[in-house]
């Protein structure tokens, strides 16, 4: 079964206001980006409360829910890959963020 289960997940409905009813709940926000100034999940600590926004293919997160991110994180990429679709990428960060 996976853990469909057990990792909380959540979708917000009001998508304009939802960076700050997230950091009202108590989350820190990352944003995860393959831009080259973000911090490598490798070198990340992630806090109790942590939300990971993921953005869709191609055009991402829009920049003002960027902005609201207190973090930008990235997938380290070798060998001429620049990116993930975004389940791989929510993937392999959920699992580097364990």
Known sequence: MGTVFSV?????????????AIHAAGFEVWALTPADDAVDLAEAIPPERLALLVGTEGEGLTPRWMRSADRRVRI????????????????VACYALR
Do not use: H, Q
Request: glycine share 10%.
């Open 76 to 91: 380290p990429m070798e060998g001429g890959v620049d990116s993930l679709n975004v389940a791989a990428a929510t993937a």
């Open 8 to 20: 909380p997940f959540t979708r917000v409905d009001d998508w304009y206001n939802g960076p700050t």
